[in-house]
């Protein structure tokens, strides 16, 4: 497989700036880098994102995450490892990226306000709106993994 478009700042700036942009509210808004750490790369797991999954389980790690949580983490339902809060968001990625019968469920909008509130609730649904944006652009343009340096995207 061979990159078909570099999303190179210089070339397409606008639409770096859009993406970046969102990158930007999410980082203001208030949640925990941890969480943020965790949906990014679930979400990217869902959409079978290569290069997405490699640089955010890279940053995670470097933030701190522990190896046992990332290789839990497609499976975080059975393991104990992951608080209500976390859960709330694990469910609310999911349901909002998978959007199955054209709709979110009613229990994983109430289980993501109640633990987040309305104002977080929007943050994070922005949070997974940026990461499945981003994931569909490196599965379109074949971004490969493997060569991500941790921080390398601010």
Not at 42 to 48: A, E, I, K, P, T
Not at 51 to 62: G, L, N, P, S
Not at 100 to 128: C, K
Request: hydrophobic letters at 40%; a neutral charge.
């Amino acid at each position: 497989m061979q990159t078909r478009i570099t999303l190179e700042p210089t070339k397409f700036e606008s639409i770096v700036r859009a993406m970046s942009g969102l990158g930007t509210a999410v980082r203001e808004s208030g949640l925990e880098r941890s969480l943020l750490h965790l949906i990014r790369l679930r979400v990217s797991q869902l959409n079978g994102c290569g290069y997405c999954i490699d640089m955010h389980t890279k940053d995670a790690r470097a933030d701190g995450e522990s190896e046992q949580r990332l290789y839990l983490l497609q499976v975080w339902r059975e393991a104990p490892l992951y608080n209500e809060r976390e859960r709330a968001a694990l469910g609310w990625a999911e349901a909002v990226t998978k959007l199955q019968d054209g709709h979110v469920p009613d229990a994983a909008y109430d289980a993501a306000r109640a633990a987040f509130g309305e104002a977080q609730l929007a943050a994070l649904t922005l949070a997974i709106v940026e990461i499945n944006g981003w994931n569909r652009f490196c599965i379109s343009f074949n971004k490969l993994p493997g060569d991500y340096r941790v921080g390398q995207h601010g």
